[in-house]
């Protein structure tokens, strides 16, 4: 996929899934995208940043 985020929230029990859990939202975001931590969701990281 390249150069990407993917952020993972909202585990969920599925007994059809592996290990029993997904996640209800799971989103792929791109460098020039912007991500806000659960603890501090006024903050803004833009991805490009985290990125090597």
Sequence with gaps: ???VLEV????VRAASAR???KYR???????GAS???LA????RIV???LLP
């Design 40 to 43: 501090a969701p006024t903050a």
């Design 8 to 11: 993972y929230r909202q585990p």
């Design 19 to 21: 290990y029993g859990w």
């Design 25 to 31: 939202r799971v989103r792929v975001l791109k460098p």
């Design 35 to 37: 991500v806000s931590p």
């Design 47 to 49: 991805v490009a940043d």
């Design 1 to 3: 996929m390249g150069r």
